[in-house]
T-cell receptor, first 117, second 110 residues
Framework: GAVVSQHPSWVICKSGTSVKIECRSL??????MFWYRQFPKQSLMLMAT?????????EQGVEKDKFLINHASLTLSTLTVTSAHPEDSSFYIC?????????????FGPGTRLTVL | RKEVEQDPGPFNVPEGATVAFNCTYS??????FFWYRQDCRKEPKLLMS???SGNEDGRFTAQLNRASQYISLLIRDSKLSDSATYLC???????????FGAGTTVTVRA
């Protein structure tokens, strides 16, 4: 159990385009999902916390208008990178809690590798 | 100062060897501690939680020293499959969200 999927697994796009990444909890409901970004040889950095039915909470320094998060159901959260630029190229990983909120064990998706040309 | 700091390594060890490494965390109010394993270009996977009394899971032993604010991981009888990056993870004291270290790379050679 506790499987989280992400789609797509990798994407290459031109500068200026928008990219949507989906995160799904396959066998459990997740009221809270988290979006992380990881640059090469660096740690995972939390970008935002996605709350089902309400607005996402963004970490300091993360532009909410650039990284749009929607958590419309208990099993799906989406991250849209708007007007992507080469510096947005990174490994984006989502995780989902088991339903009791932020203190729950987090299960990670397989990640999405974004390359912006 | 980073919330979680780790020696990046790499630690290159022969099969069967014991390897150990630490991480330090900056916030003394942190409550929960974990070691995750991350293989190249993959997502992190929980290896084990770390408890104050120390805990063991097979060949892996984790220790927590709250006074000195460091966590250790020891791998005994290393296998080739242990080659990975090990991430030290600490929950933030104010909201219990996860702070990740940059990882310690371990390479086990035949």
């Amino acid at each position: 159990g506790a499987v989280v999927s992400q789609h797509p697994s990798w994407v290459i796009c031109k500068s200026g385009t928008s990219v949507k990444i989906e995160c799904r909890s396959l066998d459990f409901q997740a009221t809270t999902m988290f979006w992380y970004r990881q640059f090469p040889k660096q740690s995972l950095m939390l970008m935002a916390t996605s709350n089902e039915g309400s607005k996402a909470t963004y970490e300091q320094g993360v532009e909410k208008d650039k990284f749009l998060i929607n958590h419309a159901s208990l099993t799906l959260s989406t991250l849209t990178v708007t007007s992507a630029h080469p510096e947005d190229s990174s490994f984006y990983i989502c995780s989902a809690g088991g339903g009791r909120g932020v203190t729950d064990t987090q299960y990670f998706g397989p990640g999405t590798r974004l390359t912006v040309l | 100062r980073k919330e979680v700091e780790q020696d990046p390594g790499p630690f290159n060890v022969p099969e069967g060897a014991t390897v150990a490494f630490n991480c330090t965390y900056s916030n003394s109010a942190s409550q929960s501690f974990f070691w995750y394993r991350q293989d190249c270009r993959k997502e992190p996977k929980l290896l084990m939680s770390v408890y104050s009394s120390g805990n063991e899971d097979g060949r892996f032993t984790a220790q927590l020293n709250r006074a000195s604010q460091y966590i250790s991981l020891l791998i005994r009888d290393s296998k080739l499959s242990d080659s990975a990056t090990y991430l030290c993870v600490v929950t933030r004291s104010n909201d219990y969200k996860l702070s990740f270290g940059a990882g310690t790379t371990v390479t086990v050679r035949a």
